[in-house]
């Protein structure tokens, strides 16, 4: 299987009449994006496009998704296969990417569970989206009393029929970077570096109900049992984020596409460790579902003779049932394990910080402590509802102050603790 | 201008005596006092020892809630800016009364507090969460190391500078979890981890896993008919519009509400302020989560004795253990005082 990234690096972006790039400007033409997200009969009349760039004085929220425009240039399927294009197999060919930008999703809050983005501030070294160039997509719903489900789904396939669009608008363009990936069958992979460890990666997908769900393939994974996948896939978008409650450890669709795990682990795949599965798995809100589908992630762990996995967790709290699950029937294998969580340890950070644990895992990196407690200073402009603020997981009644700041833990922004370890971020104990 | 200190030392270490005059009462000098010499020293004029409080180990052992009241109230008017008990080294009775002493400072005047113990001595493990401990050796042999090293975290913290690790200071380590920004990506760290544990080399985790408080369950109800049975939840269930504002997340308070005569939640009555689960099926039905109509059947039926006419609720959501505990132990007794025999706890 073979994967070209080809690469463009977006500096900047205007909108202009024909959406393109040319000299690391990405022109966006709005009436056309209007047009795209409009058809869906379930957003509503008063939808904006927005332009939110690193450095400015400016605040999104609420957001839900973020998305890296990406479009399939040769190759079987289309990117975000089942969600906007055909169910074909992706993961080979030439993907165009537009690096450096990404498509937010942001407006009418579906529930009182999406994040914060600031371009400047402090609030922007915790995000890893104050770094990119941003399309804002501000949506409504049509019916104010529409089912949640329905609206978040349409605001789902709106920002991944913008991202695709932008991308396809530049097809034309050479890149200036091409990466090219290729990973051996799995008969041959066994064979490959007989003298290094098999290694895998348990990906775990947050799987709970509205925004909190995750999409393989267009598939529901609360639906899945574990299964193998390729990097490849990941990188052309076969996994799709529902989810951002508690915006801060939600995997964005943007940090599927780039999954630093995966991209750290083919790094060093051949040198520290012969990289030979990503498995993913759910981590659904019954006992049953959790022992399950811990159980069946290990077998196939164990199935494929793997010495060592890295596990990353999606969430808190229940899901950390889910984590320590894998970790432990992993080990009892005889499968080595190293974790990648984050931490809630209550704002003052005196509380323990997982709401489940077990003596296997001793090799554990946090993303941070999401209840500490940060003040945003007020912005310039606010693309969105800045109100929100006192009612989102991480905020209070009273997180909105008169001058626009907001004060909020952690939680609040959207990918501050990122447990696929898409930031610096991290805790110690003082 | 130099910071202010105020100094915590035994009878022993103030030249008073050794055991025979364990019982010497609480006073307080303005002096710089035995150890207190050193400490003077080590700060270098950025700060100034303004008041030493001597006190017996035995006094203080036989009488700490009265004596920390009386030090506490001789502190006050010496107006400091930092705490500094000790060192106490392995000395047991010692290190309690530092321990505790410098708890109380911190609660009361919301200011750094500094002591130095051996790790076993007892005062570490009543009183590491509250107070910024230098590990020293156990005997007093240990002196010339172990107070240039607590000035020096003193002045740090009077500074407002950012604190290193444990390690780094040469304090005991606190339990309080702290943000930092490293140098790598939490994935690269996470991979570097992981190829040294197949390696078998040493590698440091970031996160211990933590060992947790078990409660066991009660045995059963014997007695159902006259059970007086209480709904508490941690599914966030409340009154539509949620009026005390109980958080989505990481709630810092719980509700208490009233359902005398109520038979059904329903959508126009009750929602859930839960911000961590789907919540439209509570949203439609509340007593999915929140079982009134069927806690009404069997009050009815007679299977129980009745349903408690108030329920309790809040947010399990990336709520601390801290502060579940305090609301845990709020509720119950407000529930013990309304002789509610029986609890069913419903999560989501």
């Known amino acids: ?430 | 201008m130099a910071f202010r200190i105020v100094h915590y030392i035994n009878q022993f270490y103030a030249g008073i005596g050794g055991e025979e005059k364990a019982d010497y009462e609480p006073e307080i000098r303005e002096a710089v006092v035995g150890p207190g010499m050193a400490l003077k020293a080590a700060f270098k004029g950025e700060a100034e020892i303004v008041a030493t409080v001597i006190c017996g180990d035995s006094h203080f052992a036989s009488n700490m809630d009265d004596d920390t009241a009386k030090i506490l109230g001789m502190i006050r008017e010496y107006k400091p800016d930092a705490f500094i008990a000790g060192p106490a080294f392995n000395a047991g009775r010692y290190g309690t009364a530092c321990g505790a002493m410098c708890a109380a400072v911190a609660k009361e005047f919301g200011i750094p507090v500094i002591s130095g113990m051996y790790p076993e001595n007892p005062g570490v493990e009543m009183f590491r969460k509250y107070a910024w401990i230098i590990e020293t050796p156990d005997s007093a042999a240990g002196m010339r190391k172990a107070v240039p090293a607590m000035a020096k975290l003193a002045l740090k913290l009077l500074k407002g500078e950012t604190l290193g690790k444990p390690s780094e200071e040469g304090y005991i380590e606190r339990g309080i979890r702290k943000n930092m920004f490293y140098g790598k990506l939490a994935a690269q760290r996470c991979v570097d981890m992981f190829v040294s544990k197949l390696k078998g080399e040493t590698f440091e985790t970031e996160y211990p896993m933590p060992v947790f408080d078990r409660v066991d369950p009660q045995p059963a109800v014997k007695d159902m008919k006259h059970a007086v049975i209480a709904l508490v939840t941690s599914g966030g269930i409340c009154p539509k519009g949620n009026p005390d504002h109980i958080e989505a997340s990481s709630a810092s308070k719980f509700g208490e509400y009233d359902i005398t005569g109520v038979n059904d939640l329903t959508s126009e009555t009750h929602c859930t302020a839960h911000g961590g689960y789907d919540a439209t099926y509570a949203d439609q039905d509340a007593d999915r989560v929140l079982p009134v109509d069927v806690l009404r059947d069997l009050e009815r039926e007679g299977v129980i004795g009745k349903l408690h006419n108030k329920f309790y609720t809040t947010v399990g959501n990336g709520t601390s253990v801290a502060n579940a505990k305090r609301f845990g132990a709020e509720i119950v007794n407000r529930l013990v005082n309304d002789g509610v025999t029986a609890v069913i706890l419903t999560s989501t």
């Open chain 1, 1 to 430: 299987m073979k994967l070209e990234l080809h690469r463009l690096k977006v500096n900047s972006l205007k909108f202009g009449e024909k959406t393109g790039f040319a000299d690391g400007v990405l022109t966006v033409n709005k009436a056309e994006i209007l047009a795209l997200i409009s058809e869906d009969p379930l957003l509503g009349k008063n939808l904006d496009v927005d332009i939110a760039m690193p450095g400015e004085s400016v605040r999104v929220m609420p957001v839900k998704d973020v998305i890296e425009p990406r479009w399939k240039l040769s190759g079987k399927g289309q990117v975000f296969p089942g969600m906007i294009s055909d169910v074909e197999t992706v993961g080979e060919g030439q993907t165009l990417v537009l690096s450096g930008c990404a498509v937010l999703t942001a407006g009418k809050l579906v529930r009182f569970q999406e994040g914060i983005i600031d371009m400047s501030g402090p609030g922007a070294d915790y995000t890893p989206y104050s770094k990119t160039c941003n399309v804002v997509l501000v949506l409504e719903p049509s019916d104010p009393n529409m089912d949640k489900h329905d609206y978040e789904k349409a605001c789902r396939i709106a920002g991944l029929k913008t991202a695709a669009y932008l991308a396809k608008s530049c097809a034309d363009v050479k890149a200036d970077t091409v990466e090219t990936f290729e990973l051996p069958t799995m008969r041959e992979a066994m064979t490959q570096f007989p003298e290094l460890p098999k290694v895998g990666y348990i990906y775990m997908l947050q799987t709970q109900g509205l925004l909190h769900d995750t999409y393989l393939y267009g598939v529901d994974v609360k639906k899945i049992l574990p299964t193998i996948i390729s990097p490849l896939e990941v990188m052309d978008g076969a996994i799709v984020s529902g989810n951002c409650v508690s915006a801060c450890d939600k995997n964005s669709t943007y940090s599927h596409l780039n999954n630093p795990v995966i991209a750290d682990m083919l790094k060093r795949h051949g040198k520290d460790f012969n990289f030979v599965a990503t498995i993913v798995t759910n981590e659904n809100v019954t006992l049953a579902d959790k022992k399950r589908s811990s159980s069946y992630a290990a077998k196939l762990a164990g199935m494929l003779g793997l010495d060592g996995v890295v596990i990353t967790e999606e969430g808190f709290g229940n899901p950390d049932a889910d984590l320590i699950m894998n970790c432990r029937k992993c080990e009892q294998l005889g499968i080595k394990t190293a974790l990648l969580t984050d931490e809630y340890a209550g704002q003052d950070g005196a509380s323990q910080s997982l709401a489940d644990s077990c003596p296997e895992g001793t090799a554990c990196v946090t993303a941070g402590n999401a209840n500490e407690v940060i003040t945003l200073p007020p912005m310039s402009k606010v693309i969105g509802y800045p109100e929100e603020a006192n009612v989102i997981a991480g905020g209070w009644q009273g997180s909105l102050a008169d001058d626009g700041s907001i004060t909020v833990e952690l939680q609040a922004i959207t990918g501050a603790t990122s447990e696929l370890g898409y930031t610096k971020l991290g805790a110690y104990t003082l």
